[in-house]
């Protein structure tokens, strides 16, 4: 297990496509149950949890460093290799898209985003 490699590729993601207006169309596809699935599977939020507290959602930075749906699924799929998890790429994008919809929300409006969400 290393990540802090992990860590380091987010500086190294170049800028992905724009979003539009809706659900990007890199994740319009996606299989959000299997996504979910995933997520809790691999323990995701119980390290992130470690490091940032609460429930380790606060991890997840729209206005970060990852800023593209294109860089999200490639953060992902980069600590998917780093992390030896070895998900199928459709599974990257599943995981990518519950992270879309759930936290990073790019190209759907501010007043889109759950009432409890951050
Ligand atoms: C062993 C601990 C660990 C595990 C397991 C882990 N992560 Fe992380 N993850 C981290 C740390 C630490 C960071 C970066 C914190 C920082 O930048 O300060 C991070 C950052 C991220 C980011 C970037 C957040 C941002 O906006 O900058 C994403 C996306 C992410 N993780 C997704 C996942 C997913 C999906 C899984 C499960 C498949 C996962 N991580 C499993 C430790 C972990």
Redesign the pocket.
């Known amino acids: 297990?290393n990540?802090l490699t992990?860590?380091s590729a987010?500086a190294l993601i170049g800028v992905g496509a724009s979003a539009g207006a809706q659900t990007p169309k890199l994740f319009r596809d996606a299989d959000l149950k299997l996504g979910e699935r995933?997520?809790r599977e691999?323990?995701?939020s119980?390290?992130?949890a470690?490091?940032?507290g609460a429930d380790g959602s606060s991890?997840?930075?729209?206005n970060?460093?990852?800023n593209t749906p294109a860089a999200?699924r490639g953060?992902?799929d980069y600590?998917?290799t780093e992390?030896n998890?070895g998900?199928f790429p459709e599974e990257v994008t599943a995981?990518?898209a519950v992270?879309q919809r759930d936290h990073?929300r790019f190209g759907i409006s501010p007043a889109a985003r759950p009432a409890s969400g951050r």
Do not use: D, F, Q, T
Request: glycine share 2%.
């Open positions: 297990m990540w992990c860590l987010s995933l997520i691999n323990r995701c119980e390290c992130h470690r490091k940032v991890i997840y930075r729209p970060g460093k990852i999200l953060m992902v600590c998917s992390l998890l998900l995981v990518a992270l990073y």
